[in-house]
């Protein structure tokens, strides 16, 4: 059984930097894609980034190039986003998501976490 854990949401001023975590366990995410979505209310849901099951690939939107970074340490079974420069737009719902291929859209997601929220105040 596949769990998907975030932290280090929270609040946060324009301008710093944040590193949220995602600890997963369950078999079948030794080999998985780990990435991260984000979402406001009212709003679908928005791709941030992922990380291949090897952490040798990483994916972006091109809009949030540059500002994020995901990536992976296997020894510890996470998958970090480092978000610098916070904007007030950035305060959303982060979460955390799995699946058996890389994805970039929440179709090609298996797993989900339940979230962690981030405010940027401004």
């Known amino acids: 059984q596949v769990q998907l854990v975030e932290s280090g949401g929270g609040l946060v001023q324009a301008g710093d930097s944040l590193t949220l975590s995602c600890a997963f366990s369950?078999?079948?995410?030794?080999?998985?894609?780990i990435g991260w979505f984000r979402q406001t209310r009212g709003k679908e849901r928005e791709f941030v980034a992922s990380?291949?099951?090897?952490?040798?690939?990483?994916y972006y939107p091109d809009s949030l190039k540059g500002r994020f970074t995901i990536s992976r340490d296997h020894a510890e079974s996470t998958v970090y986003l480092q978000v610098n420069s916070l904007k007030p737009e950035d305060t959303a719902v982060y979460y955390c998501?799995?699946?058996?291929?890389?994805?970039?859209?929440?179709?090609?997601?298996?797993?989900w976490g339940k979230g962690t929220l981030v405010t940027v105040s401004s």
């Open positions: 369950g078999r079948a995410t030794r080999q998985a894609a």
């Open positions: 990380i291949n099951w090897n952490g040798a690939n990483t």
């Open positions: 998501a799995a699946a058996r291929a890389v994805f970039r859209t929440i179709r090609g997601v298996d797993w």
